[in-house]
């Protein structure tokens, strides 16, 4: 359990070190050197294990694409190109439609049927999310609008979708005896590559942003620039680490250890945990809308799985 609670503490983490690292760079160039720098490390490390090397097979190349594509491209430039305006804790509330995603997901893609119970958990999950999406920062309200959602929002909505899409394809490589490290060190390399080439694009040759200083020890020894650059190795680094090498990996040796619907819950603990640290670390006020938010999706999910009782399975190694 200590295990489960580290987990999501650090997923919370990611978002409150994502936040203050767009202070220093913008979100493309940023994630292109993060996935960069964790999908070569995963690699590097499948590489020199030495063990369970698995040649990719020709009909599998399609997967693989999709995993480059929609679980780490399109879902993570989406959600920071989205943080800059919105707080950390609403991003990662945002990201608890996962696991409704997923099953509208499933009832389309795969066919499986849902139960009366499960269709209105999912009414009420999705409904529930309006209190915290009517609630918007001075930043949101700039973009544009498609009703009360703000681009922002949309944004972020999709970056979920993407995401939980592509959880199903590495769940399909996983069950063709693909290592969860290989999968990950793939489609993070690949989707750094194509952040990188849309940073050239749409936001020019590489520049760090002209912020204030932070700690003034480091400009009086490296200067301003080796301040803002020293930051944001720190907050790469810190990311890669947390959530490419440890979070990515912890999270699939947990789901061998525990049932999908304890970790769907369990996973409410982020939103809390994003909460706390964005207040301690960023000022980021918390509003009634949050908790209201929380409270009709902890609801909705428990109708969902109503039929599938939480239970801890404890398998061998």
Known sequence: MVLVILLYLLFASTFTLG?????????????????????????AYYTLRGKERTTIKFADYLLFARIILFHIFCAYTLEFWALEYVTSA????????????????CYFLRNERL??????????GFLGFIPILIAQTPLEKIGWHFGFLSCYEIALIASVVSSAYGWMMVKKL???????????????TGGGILALLLSLVKEGLPIVKNVPVVLPQLVDRFGLMGEQFIMLG???FALVLIANIIGYNLYGYLLSRYSATFLS?????TPLFAALLGRIFLNEQ????????????????YLFHEKKPIVFEEKGL
């Open 19 to 43: 936040k203050a690292a767009l202070s220093y760079v913008s979100p493309f160039l940023f994630i292109g050197i993060r996935m960069m720098l964790g999908g070569s490390m995963l690699l």
């Open 90 to 105: 609403k991003a990662c509330l945002l990201y608890n439609l996962s696991p409704f995603v997923t099953a509208l997901l």
């Open 115 to 124: 139960t009366s119970k499960q269709i209105c958990g999912l009414i009420i």
């Open 174 to 188: 996983m069950d063709k005896n693909y290592s969860l490290v290989l999968i990950n060190g793939i489609g993070m």
């Open 234 to 236: 720190v907050y790469s």
């Open 265 to 269: 819950f369990a996973g409410f603990m």
């Open 286 to 301: 918390v509003t009634w809308h949050f908790f209201a938010t929380m409270i009709c999706v902890v609801f909705g999910l």
